[in-house]
T-cell receptor
Framework: AQSVSQHNHHVILSEAASLELGCNYS??????LFWYVQYPGQHLQLLLK??????LVKGIKGFEAEFIKSKFSFNLRKPSVQWSDTAEYFC??????????FGSGTRLQVQP | DAEITQSPRHKITETGRQVTLACHQT?????MFWYRQDLGHGLRLIHY???????NKGEVSDGYSVSRSNTEDLPLTLESAASSQTSVYFC???????????FGPGTRLLVL
C-alpha cells in the first residue's frame, strides 16, 4: 500500500544541535513532496516543497530537505535548531492520488 | 488577504447528535479537503472535493458527509456523533491536484 513513514516520533535536542528528520514513502511513480510544521496550538504551515528540479530544496526558517529518488526519501534538515523550532513536523507526499498522504508526524522538542 | 477559516474552533457535543463543522476559503481554490488529526496517526483524509457538486470519500469517511454547493465552502457533517470522532479537524484547500494545500486553524471536537 502507498504510505509515508516518519521514523522518529519524538526528538529532543539542545539548542544549536543539528537536526535531521527522516521521511520515506512507498510509491514508484512521480511524486510531489512537502514538509509541514505545526507549532503548539496552531494550524499546519508549509515549510518547504519539492515538485521537480534541484533535489535539495530550501524552505523557511533555515530548513532544507533533500529528495533522494533511489531511496524514496525526503529528509528534513537544519544545521542549528532554536528553541522556537519546537513543533510537530509532518512529511506529506502526493502520489498521484486524490490528496496528500501524511506521515504520522515527528514531535521536536528543543531544550534551551 | 485570502484565507481559510473554520468554525466553530471548539465544540462539545453528545453522542448521537448531528454536528456540522464549517470551512470557508477565499482563495477561489477548486480543491478542498477535510482531515482529522489524532495522536500517532498524523492527518487522515475524511472527504475531499475537486469542485462544485463534486465530493469523494477519503480513507476514514464512515460517519461523515460533505456537500459542495459553491467554491468557497465545504461543510463537514457528522450524522450521529460518536466518541471515536473526538478529534481535531482540519480543512484545507489547494488550487490544483498535487499542489500545496493551505490549512485552516482547526476545530477541536469533543464527543461525550
Amino acid at each position: 500500500a502507498q504510505s509515508v513513514s516518519q521514523h522518529n516520533h519524538h526528538v529532543i535536542l539542545s539548542e544549536a544541535a543539528s537536526l535531521e528528520l527522516g521521511c520515506n514513502y512507498s510509491y514508484g511513480g512521480t511524486v510531489n513532496l512537502f514538509w509541514y510544521v505545526q507549532y503548539p496550538g496552531q494550524h499546519l504551515q508549509l515549510l518547504l516543497k519539492y515538485f521537480s528540479g534541484d533535489p535539495l530544496v530550501k524552505g523557511i526558517k533555515g530548513f532544507e530537505a533533500e529528495f533522494i529518488k533511489s531511496k524514496f526519501s525526503f529528509n528534513l534538515r537544519k544545521p542549528s535548531v532554536q528553541w522556537s523550532d519546537t513543533a510537530e513536523y509532518f512529511c506529506a507526499v502526493d502520489m498521484g492520488r486524490r490528496a496528500l498522504t501524511f506521515g504520522s508526524g515527528t514531535r521536536l522538542q528543543v531544550q534551551p | 488577504d485570502a484565507e481559510i477559516t473554520q468554525s466553530p474552533r471548539h465544540k462539545i457535543t453528545e453522542t448521537g447528535r448531528q454536528v456540522t463543522l464549517a470551512c470557508h476559503q477565499t482563495w477561489n481554490h477548486n480543491n478542498m479537503f477535510w482531515y482529522r488529526q489524532d495522536l500517532g496517526h498524523g492527518l487522515r483524509l475524511i472527504h475531499y472535493s475537486y469542485g462544485v457538486q463534486d465530493t469523494n470519500k477519503g480513507e476514514v469517511s464512515d460517519g461523515y458527509s460533505v456537500s459542495r454547493s459553491n467554491t468557497e465552502d465545504l461543510p463537514l457533517t457528522l450524522e450521529s456523533a460518536a466518541s471515536s470522532q473526538t478529534s481535531v479537524y482540519f480543512c484545507a484547500s489547494s488550487p490544483d491536484r498535487g499542489k500545496t494545500q493551505y490549512f485552516g486553524p482547526g476545530t477541536r471536537l469533543l464527543v461525550l
